[in-house]
């Protein structure tokens, strides 16, 4: 069974700082692009990040370019997004996905394999 684990989301104020992982497990997607997207409430499904296979290419949604940061460890099948400068409106589910494709796709239909989301909460 395909799954994708995210860790890493919390609570934290302004300004501050986190780490998210997803680990994935059941099939190794090394060769794949991975993103990251998120969901606040009442809203759609937001491109945030993604990163090619082969970690050369990475593509940024325009409200976090500059403040996130995507990357992957292929041998441990693991893919992190650091989250910087946190304001209220990151405020969100965030979701890491896996595509089979060759492409770099900012799509979430472009993705087929979904995480069950961690909680990101940014205080005022």
């Known amino acids: 069974q395909v799954q994708l684990v995210e860790s890493g989301g919390g609570l934290v104020q302004a300004g501050g700082s986190l780490r998210l992982s997803c680990a994935a497990s059941g099939r190794t997607f090394s060769r794949y692009p991975m993103g990251w997207f998120r969901q606040a409430p009442g809203k759609q499904r937001e491109f945030v990040a993604t990163?090619?296979?082969?970690?050369?290419?990475?593509s940024y949604g325009g409200s976090v370019k500059g403040r996130f940061t995507i990357s992957r460890d292929t041998a441990k099948d693991t893919v992190y997004l650091q989250l910087n400068s946190l304001r209220p409106e990151d405020t969100a589910v965030y979701y890491c996905?896996?595509?089979?494709?060759?492409?770099?796709?900012?799509?979430?239909?472009?993705?087929?394999?979904w995480g069950q989301g961690t909680q990101v909460t940014v205080s005022s």
């Open positions: 990163i090619s296979g082969n970690a050369r290419s990475t």
């Open positions: 996905a896996a595509a089979i494709t060759s492409q770099l796709p900012l799509s979430p239909g472009s993705y087929n394999y």
